[in-house]
């Protein structure tokens, strides 16, 4: 389903991701960790085309995300097709990035709406559903503002699921989070999981990817150091710098 093939990404000399590759089937659950820099928000990001990678190729089903070859060389996607894979990777934010000025309802209504023409009493029921699915029905007609952080991720997962992704990708999700709120959003997340999304989720919650994940994977100063089943990552782990990361957060 996603097929990241040795990446580089620099930002100006800084050498960010190296020879990074992943591959990430239908239906897995990959938790990605590693310490604060090592590169993995901006992983996710190039997996979205938020960024643009230098080097390698990215694929979403076989079908090459933002950057296409065209005469041995690297060129950008008509703006088109680049949507149109773009609508098929959804991403949820540490920091919710709803829109502050429109209601819940409308939130998760606009991309389908804008990107997807889809019409508007389509778009309403197809969001109704998705905030009934988040447990958040209720809130439709609020404003962001009036909203728990737990409460808005929930709607910001809705956002992203309202245009049918294939894969969904998670950064630190719960991070900004009260404690007490981290719970309802992970149990979102795992039924988005038990229901067969394909999800890649950054997250310091090791014991959700003990739970759900298939496969952990470690980045480390900008490569992917390490990768396995969460029980091999947590209790016997190659890598001195995984067991080091992992004595830091458990
Ligand atoms: P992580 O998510 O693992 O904490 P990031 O992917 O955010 O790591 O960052 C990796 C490195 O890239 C860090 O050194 C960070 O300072 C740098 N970086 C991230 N985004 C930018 C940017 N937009 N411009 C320049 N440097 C960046
Ligand atoms: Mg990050």
Redesign the pocket.
């Known amino acids: 389903m996603i097929s990241v093939k040795r990446i580089h990404k620099s930002?100006?000399k800084?050498h960010?991701l190296k020879d990074v590759s992943l591959n990430v089937e239908q239906g897995e659950v990959v938790v990605m960790i590693?310490?604060?820099?090592?590169?993995?928000?901006?992983?996710l990001?190039c997996m979205n085309y938020l960024?643009q990678i230098q080097e390698g190729s990215i694929e979403i089903e076989g079908k090459p995300i933002g950057l296409i070859q065209k005469n041995g060389k690297l060129v950008e996607m008509p703006q088109k097709e680049l949507d149109k894979v773009r609508s098929e990777v959804g991403m949820v934010f540490q920091n919710f990035n709803l829109f502050p000025h429109v209601s819940v309802l409308e939130n998760v209504m606009m991309a389908p709406m804008t990107v997807k023409k889809t019409k508007r009493e389509e778009a309403e029921k197809l969001a109704r559903e998705l905030l009934r699915k988040v447990g958040l029905a209720e809130k439709a007609d609020m404003y962001p503002d009036q909203l728990s952080g737990g409460q808005k991720q929930r709607v910001a997962i809705a956002r992203a699921l309202a245009m049918k992704p294939k894969v969904m990708l998670f950064?630190?999700p719960t991070s900004a989070l009260d404690p007490e709120l981290v719970g309802e959003v992970l149990t979102v997340m795992k039924q988005l999981a038990a229901e067969g999304m394909t999800m890649v989720v950054?997250t310091h919650e090791m014991g959700f990817a003990r739970e759900v994940a298939d496969r952990v994977v470690v980045?480390d100063g900008?490569t992917l150091i390490e990768d396995g089943t969460p029980e091999k990552i947590f209790t016997a782990p190659d890598q001195p710098r995984t067991q080091a990361f992992l004595s830091k957060v458990l």
């Open positions: 930002y100006g800084l960010v590693g310490p604060s820099g090592s590169g993995k928000s901006t992983l990001r960024e950064d630190e950054v980045m900008g």
